[in-house]
């Protein structure tokens, strides 16, 4: 597989970490990964048909190194150009979310479908905005739009859904899905407080580029959006989530909480309502001895309804470098088995 890796930040550094971690894996499967781009607009952007030293990459990106001093590599003017089925098999897109315009993901991601691309993303903004028409690209194309980092990062509920509980009758979800706002509330029922709480959270590499979308709950309801829409078949809109994020939340009622044995956490829910699904996010007080309450730190927490088996739980890490570059891992691995390498 050559892929172009678009987006060599906290994520994209993660995913090249696992991926050269994953090697003895792809050489056991028989396939062969090959970065042949990495394309940012902060470290600097590079080509190398016959791959990059990933390794050589991380050092110079932490060391401020500009990109394109790579030995025998050309520098990229033109990414565009890149997104092309004689140069690449696979578009990696991990540039930050922008929930608003979906940008600079969306065009990147439509591009590289129409040149008949792989994609692999933990981008939530395309696939939130815009993932009827991308999977409808994909399809025609006959490749691949893969996105398990988009939900609960490395954690495997989108590829659980897929496999697991496909045919077992899903009736709704609900859940912990923003590591950050969780990190936050952690650690103020440990005494800190909110300013420091969430800049832990940025320095930890859990929050978004903007926090802005974690403690305002954007963050949440755009992974609510996307198991509502991509999961149960719901045809919602990031309006249409009912949204509360937990910057209410003061040092006194996480106390008050506590005196209660109870504890905040920012709960996710998609269930069917009297006129179809519905989706919403909004902090809610739940017994500590409960399985969201004891779930603490940056974890995620999911909580499936399903006919055949009842209720269904998987919790894992939200968010982090390495826990979200594995989940582009998880993707190229299926990828490959959808026939690329
Ligand atoms: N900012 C996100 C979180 C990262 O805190 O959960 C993973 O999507």
């Not at 922008?98 to 940008?103: I, M, S, V, W």
């Not at 996710?268 to 902090?283: F, H, L, Q, S």
């Not at 927490?301 to 919790?315: K, R, Y």
Request: aromatic share 4%; with cysteine; proline share 5%.
């Amino acid at each position: 597989m050559r892929l172009i890796l678009v987006g060599f930040g906290t994520v994209g550094r993660g995913a090249a970490e696992c991926l050269i971690a994953a090697t003895p894996e792809f050489v056991r499967r028989g396939l062969e990964a090959r970065v042949v781009a990495v394309v940012d607009p902060v470290v600097g952007s590079v080509a190398r048909p016959a791959g990059l030293d990933l390794e050589r990459l991380l050092r110079m990106a932490d060391d401020g190194e500009p990109l394109d001093r790579h030995p025998d590599a050309e520098s990229v003017d033109d990414p565009g150009a890149l997104f092309d089925a004689d140069v690449a098999d696979v578009l990696v897109e991990l540039t930050p979310t922008n929930l608003t315009t979906g940008e600079p993901g969306l065009g990147h991601v439509r591009a590289a479908l129409a040149a008949g691309l792989h994609v692999a993303t933990t981008n939530k903004g395309p696939i939130a905005l815009a993932y009827p028409e991308l999977e409808g690209m994909a399809r025609a194309a006959g490749v691949a739009l893969r996105f398990e980092g988009t939900v609960m990062s490395g954690t495997p509920v989108l590829s659980l859904c897929e496999q697991g509980l496909s045919g077992a009758g899903l009736r709704g979800v609900r859940g912990v899905l923003n590591g950050t706002c969780n990190f936050m509330l952690s650690r103020m029922e440990e005494g800190a407080g909110y300013d420091d709480a969430l800049e832990e959270a940025q320095r930890h590499g859990y929050a978004e580029a903007d926090p802005s979308g974690d403690v305002d709950g954007w963050d949440a309801a755009a992974k609510a959006l996307i198991l509502a829409n991509c999961v149960l078949g719901a045809d919602l809109r990031l309006d249409d989530v009912e949204r509360r994020g937990i910057g209410d939340i003061t040092a006194e009622a996480v106390r008050a909480a506590l005196d209660a044995g109870e504890t905040w956490r920012l709960v996710a829910r998609v269930e069917r309502g009297d006129n179809g699904w519905r989706a919403a996010v909004r902090p809610e007080m739940v017994p500590r001895s409960s399985p969201l309450g004891a779930l603490t730190g940056p974890g995620n927490m999911l909580v499936f309804e399903t006919d055949a088996l009842g209720e269904v739980v998987i919790s894992g890490p939200g968010a982090g470098r390495r826990a979200t570059g594995h989940a582009v891992l998880a993707d190229l691995l299926a990828i490959a088995g959808h026939g690329a390498g």
